[in-house]
């Protein structure tokens, strides 16, 4: 398994991530929004690639699907993070934008494993700090 | 140089031929919309200077103040209005310009927003023969667009049933009402244009002329001059609507030919729209591309009246900037005020630039090809 290469990070309990919930983390100077929707944990750099700002404040929402003409078609239910200034939508499966491929954000392989959070990472981290976050939505 | 030196090939998008007088239609008109029109034998002059008297043709309360509303070197030599004698516009124009082909969207104004589309029907039909016997007959180098009710698109695709198989008919002069041109309304026309390869043209006429034409956004203007340069903002908004509504989803061999409203103006508009469509592009879903990527399929642009920036050379940086020098479309207005002049408007346009702009572009956005 590619996962099994990379080295292995213990965020936090799984308890500490419930439906909904975000939390933050800083690994290594790099901010990772880290969010559970719909069960699946979601981990991502807290930067949006247009005008740099963090991700983890984003909407978890569905959308419209890509239609015929004055039809609408909802569907990825709880799939897409909105950036909060401009509302470019990213699927949170893939990281990429739903206006073009070519843009998206970065995505972290996380789990949940026996109880906890775990992120996989290329490089083994050296300095891991969780930040205060909180949020309206 | 000759004229045919410094080009290889023309085809002029805006010619305009008028009535000389409105009983020119009796032939083409029942007795029911003679006598709605006072013209033939019901012709009287009572009361037209009352409020609610006689029949008028829908004319612009924007009245140019200039001394000729018309270029003054167009008057044939039998005295009559500018653009009424086909052979004298012939000479005058086509001969002096070498020009290849001459469409000819009528210029004397149009019934398009007038409030009876029953009358205006009849009346769009009448000009349409009437624009088709008398001038398109007359020399191998004139082509036409015919003119439709869009307040009626039942009545609308009639008209272009009867007479949009004629090949001398090159595209359909829509005209514009107070109904954004991507609306639901219009696509029963889009679907014949389309199916006909007549290009869609929108030309400055319903402007402040009728109850059903646009508004200006803000408000009504004060003066010809606020009235002429605010065109651009009709233009602008049509382009949104057509491309926010899905209209080149649905056609997507259907052109649209803004004449006369300006382009420059198309650059900030793509900008703006590809930036919004990144973020709402879930509103519009059936947008599935970059709005500009549909302008640059789908929407042309007559050249007049030229813009003319200080430094010249910045329009062809702009056209180059946004990819159009394919959506560009060579016209003289002739014979209107503000018309441009073939060899002086375009001498900082690359040669293979005038080129598409005279000829290739005009070729690809009319129905001129077999």
Redesign the interface.
């Given at each position: 398994m590619r996962s099994q290469e990379k080295h292995r990070l213990v965020l936090c309990s799984a308890e500490e991530l419930r439906e909904g919930e975000r939390r933050l983390f800083e690994v290594d100077g790099v901010e990772i929004g880290l969010i559970r929707a719909e069960g699946t944990c979601y981990a991502f750099r807290n930067s949006c690639p247009?005008q740099g700002v963090p991700m983890l404040y984003g909407s978890v929402v569905g959308?419209?699907?890509?239609?015929?003409?004055?039809?609408?078609?909802y569907g990825l239910h709880n799939e897409i993070i909105r950036?909060p200034l401009?509302?470019?939508?990213f699927n949170l499966k893939t990281g990429k934008?739903?206006?073009?491929p070519q843009v998206s954000i970065k995505m972290y392989d996380a789990k949940e494993e026996d109880d906890e959070i775990v992120l996989y990472l290329d490089r083994e981290p050296q300095q891991i700090v969780q930040k205060q976050f909180a949020c309206a939505l | 140089m000759t004229t045919r030196e410094k080009h290889n090939g023309l085809i002029d998008c805006d010619v305009h031929p008028v009535l000389s007088d409105f009983n020119e239609l009796v032939p083409y008109l029942d007795e029911s919309i003679q006598q709605y029109m006072n013209i033939g034998k019901f012709a009287k002059g009572a009361l037209s200077k009352q409020n609610s008297g006689s029949f008028k043709f829908p004319a612009s309360a924007y009245a140019n103040p200039l001394p000729v509303p018309l270029r003054a070197d167009a008057f044939p030599p039998n005295g009559d209005i500018p653009g009424s004698d086909p052979a004298f516009l012939a000479s005058d124009l086509l001969d002096r310009c070498q020009t290849d082909y001459a469409i000819l969207n009528i210029g004397h104004g149009t019934m398009s927003a007038f409030h009876n589309v029953e009358v205006a029907a009849k009346y769009t039909s009448a000009a349409n023969d009437w624009l088709y016997d008398k001038w398109v007959k007359s020399d191998p180098r004139y082509r036409m667009t015919m003119e439709i009710t869009p307040l009626d698109p039942a009545l609308a695709v009639q008209e272009i049933e009867r007479i949009g198989k004629r090949p001398e008919i090159v595209g359909i002069n829509m005209h514009c009402v107070n109904i954004p041109l991507g609306k639901r309304h219009y696509w029963p026309i889009y679907e014949i244009a389309e199916a006909y390869n007549l290009p869609i043209v929108l030309h400055p006429d319903t402007e402040g002329t009728g109850e059903y034409a646009a508004s200006f956004g803000v408000g009504p203007a004060s003066t010809y001059m606020e009235w002429h340069t605010s065109l651009g903002l009709i233009g602008q908004r049509n382009v949104i609507s057509l491309v926010c509504e899905g209209v080149f989803e649905r056609f997507p061999n259907l052109k649209v030919n803004f004449i006369e409203y300006g382009f420059s103006w198309i650059a900030p508009t793509m900008w703006r729209m590809d930036k919004n469509w990144k973020a709402l592009r879930h509103e519009v879903p059936w947008v599935k591309m970059l709005p500009s990527e549909y302008i640059r399929r789908n929407i042309r642009f007559g050249t007049q009246p030229i813009e003319e920036p200080a430094r010249p050379k910045d329009l062809v940086e702009l056209i180059q900037m946004i990819d159009a020098e394919h959506m560009l479309l060579f016209c003289s207005d002739y014979p209107h005020w503000d018309g441009d002049e073939l060899d002086r408007a375009f001498l900082h346009f690359p040669k293979q630039l005038r080129h598409k702009v005279f000829y290739e572009n005009p070729l690809a956005s009319f129905r001129l090809q077999p």
């Amino acid at each position: 398994m590619r996962s099994q290469e990379k080295h292995r990070l213990v965020l936090c309990s799984a308890e500490e991530l419930r439906e909904g919930e975000r939390r933050l983390f800083e690994v290594d100077g790099v901010e990772i929004g880290l969010i559970r929707a719909e069960g699946t944990c979601y981990a991502f750099r807290n930067s949006c690639p247009h005008q740099g700002v963090p991700m983890l404040y984003g909407s978890v929402v569905g959308t419209m699907l890509p239609s015929e003409p004055q039809e609408y078609v909802y569907g990825l239910h709880n799939e897409i993070i909105r950036c909060p200034l401009h509302g470019w939508e990213f699927n949170l499966k893939t990281g990429k934008a739903l206006f073009s491929p070519q843009v998206s954000i970065k995505m972290y392989d996380a789990k949940e494993e026996d109880d906890e959070i775990v992120l996989y990472l290329d490089r083994e981290p050296q300095q891991i700090v969780q930040k205060q976050f909180a949020c309206a939505l | 140089m000759t004229t045919r030196e410094k080009h290889n090939g023309l085809i002029d998008c805006d010619v305009h031929p008028v009535l000389s007088d409105f009983n020119e239609l009796v032939p083409y008109l029942d007795e029911s919309i003679q006598q709605y029109m006072n013209i033939g034998k019901f012709a009287k002059g009572a009361l037209s200077k009352q409020n609610s008297g006689s029949f008028k043709f829908p004319a612009s309360a924007y009245a140019n103040p200039l001394p000729v509303p018309l270029r003054a070197d167009a008057f044939p030599p039998n005295g009559d209005i500018p653009g009424s004698d086909p052979a004298f516009l012939a000479s005058d124009l086509l001969d002096r310009c070498q020009t290849d082909y001459a469409i000819l969207n009528i210029g004397h104004g149009t019934m398009s927003a007038f409030h009876n589309v029953e009358v205006a029907a009849k009346y769009t039909s009448a000009a349409n023969d009437w624009l088709y016997d008398k001038w398109v007959k007359s020399d191998p180098r004139y082509r036409m667009t015919m003119e439709i009710t869009p307040l009626d698109p039942a009545l609308a695709v009639q008209e272009i049933e009867r007479i949009g198989k004629r090949p001398e008919i090159v595209g359909i002069n829509m005209h514009c009402v107070n109904i954004p041109l991507g609306k639901r309304h219009y696509w029963p026309i889009y679907e014949i244009a389309e199916a006909y390869n007549l290009p869609i043209v929108l030309h400055p006429d319903t402007e402040g002329t009728g109850e059903y034409a646009a508004s200006f956004g803000v408000g009504p203007a004060s003066t010809y001059m606020e009235w002429h340069t605010s065109l651009g903002l009709i233009g602008q908004r049509n382009v949104i609507s057509l491309v926010c509504e899905g209209v080149f989803e649905r056609f997507p061999n259907l052109k649209v030919n803004f004449i006369e409203y300006g382009f420059s103006w198309i650059a900030p508009t793509m900008w703006r729209m590809d930036k919004n469509w990144k973020a709402l592009r879930h509103e519009v879903p059936w947008v599935k591309m970059l709005p500009s990527e549909y302008i640059r399929r789908n929407i042309r642009f007559g050249t007049q009246p030229i813009e003319e920036p200080a430094r010249p050379k910045d329009l062809v940086e702009l056209i180059q900037m946004i990819d159009a020098e394919h959506m560009l479309l060579f016209c003289s207005d002739y014979p209107h005020w503000d018309g441009d002049e073939l060899d002086r408007a375009f001498l900082h346009f690359p040669k293979q630039l005038r080129h598409k702009v005279f000829y290739e572009n005009p070729l690809a956005s009319f129905r001129l090809q077999p």
